[in-house]
DNA sequence: CTAGGTCCTAGAGTCGGGTCTAGATCAACA
DNA sequence: TGTTGATCTAGACCCGACTCTAGGACCTAG
């Protein structure tokens, strides 16, 4: 059931480099334990956690707010509230950065959808060109 | 009509610092001018291109491609497959980070939860806690 | 016995995207 | 007239998050 630092790199896709970073940064749940000859070993519950983690780096919390939040989990009971509140707030980011990308989104899909109309009509020579001020960006 | 750097950084949310790196990195769509003195002039459809430009940026597009973008559109005519080619994968790109959020704010909605329920009936130490190995890592 | 593969540490390097500094110019106001 | 404030350039610096290197240890297979 132990697994090699190799290992956890293969499954949870993070490099061996970045197991060994995230380590340093204090980034794992519970200390990494070591065989006699000084190598790591990690068990399924570190990948379960790598995968959260991963998640949580990956919609946009910071290394230093997730070692604070383990952290808070390391002290044990008595913070709870605290962790609530650093979830919620990460959760209202998220809900944010959906909100914005689909804004983005519905830019994106007019002027897709304004290509694809002067490519079928063969009008694409019309489209807002920079050096002719008389066309509009919002064809661009 | 015209603006100067300092109105444009401020009605665009951008420093002035990085409005001349954009300019250095050709990320303008029509070229900068400049008063006779050396300042920088700029019009409305800066600005227009700056939110459109910001809106790109936060969405994950990088520099490069947003260069490759304009100089599409700088080059003129005959390449409109190109541009509504990048913005199709753009696209793609930006429903797949808003898949990946929502899925993530699943997650983060779980967990908000889980700890509400607990505190909610004072279990709070009942939750997972990485120096107690039988409390399971899904209600951390 | 040795060659290959995995692992270790400390620390240097990279990359994207800015941000800041130094030293100069210029316009407007008191 | 002289100070303030905005601007200019070239180039140095910063930050986050890795990524890689050098130099060494250890294990297993041939």
Redesign the interface.
Known sequence: MDLSIGEVAQRSGLSVHALRFYEREGLF??PVRRLSNGRRIYHE?DL??LA?CT??R??GMSLPVIRQY?EL??Q???N??E??AL??R??DH??A??R??????D???D??RI??D??ARGE??R??????PDTK??S?
């Open positions: 749940a519970n519950e379960e956690w959260i998640k949580l990956s919609s383990i989990a390391r044990g009971t008595g709870e509230p962790r609530l979830l919620r990460h959760q998220v809900e950065q959906i914005e990308l689909q804004e983005t989104l830019v994106m899909r002027k897709v290509y694809e002067h490519l694409a020579d489209l807002w060109n920079p050096s002719h960006q919002c661009d």
